[in-house]
């Protein structure tokens, strides 16, 4: 590329992350109809996943320790966040939302997502696919990949079939319920025939499978069943990740693919079914908008176990991806 165009291009990219900024409300001082600073903001939906400290928010925020300390003093003085000793480590705080905080991120949520819907309301059929990878592609070459949302270096998220990947999706879930629910050869059964007939379907343009993979390893997978469950239902299925990418952030890359392809072909609604128990995965899930729909006792796997169905509702207007 000729440096004058090279150098345009980036003049142009500064002019529209300008722009984005601005629109999205960040220089305003009522961010996501909040009187909260930026930085408050971003933390308090940090702190909403669980499991998060003063040190872990500063290095998801890119912030210093003294810039964390004042915001967690105000946010605790609010009533909005509370600070518990770890166990084992009493000098470790560990932080929570109150009830009062738990609200408010629940109004940040919604307002948010008004504002991006009502955005992706003026795009063309397709555009909100390339919108989403746009970003993501731009904002992982920002991180270098620091962040835990992006896989990790070496590890490519593919779609589409390849050979083995009903034997290997089927041996990481029969690995894993086995160990974790006592599920046993009904179960692998049930998972491979399953996934056998979502094979032969995979050339229908509302059906996709995802893995992640590390050279010719399948170290994850996931699908969107865009036609089991009837008319603009989405199904999330065959979702899991091997030991090995636990902590790497590919099983939020993972949901996030399939999410976004859940989008891109305007579902109303994606419905997955789990089993009570899975408290990390469950963090994903309503993060990014699933609600537990249902629970009960079944045994249609060869055991009986809670069985749960989440929902997600699409809050952008169907035609926006039509």
Known sequence: ???????HSIDAIRATSRRLVRELGFMSTDLAGTDLPPSAVHALIEIEGGGVTARDLGARLRLEKSSVS???????DSGDVRELAAEGDGRVKMLSLTASGKDRVAAIHAFARAQV???????QPGQTRAVLEGLRLYTDALAGQRDAGAPAPGIRIESGYRPGIIARITEMHARYYSQAHG????????VAGGLAAFADRL???????WVATAGDAILGSIAIDGEDMGPGIAHLRWYIVDDALRGTGCGKALLDTALAFADAQGFSETHLFTFSGLDAARHLYEQRGFVLAQEGAGSQWGKEVTEQRFV?????????DR
Request: net charge positive.
């Open 1 to 7: 590329m000729p440096a004058h165009h090279h150098l």
């Open 70 to 76: 004042r915001m967690l003093r105000k946010l605790v």
């Open 117 to 123: 819907a009502d955005a992706l309301s003026r795009l």
């Open 183 to 190: 599920l046993g050869q009904h179960f692998e059964s049930v």
């Open 312 to 320: 997600r509702k699409r809050t952008s207007p169907r035609h926006a």
């Open 203 to 209: 050339n229908a343009p509302v059906n996709q499978v």
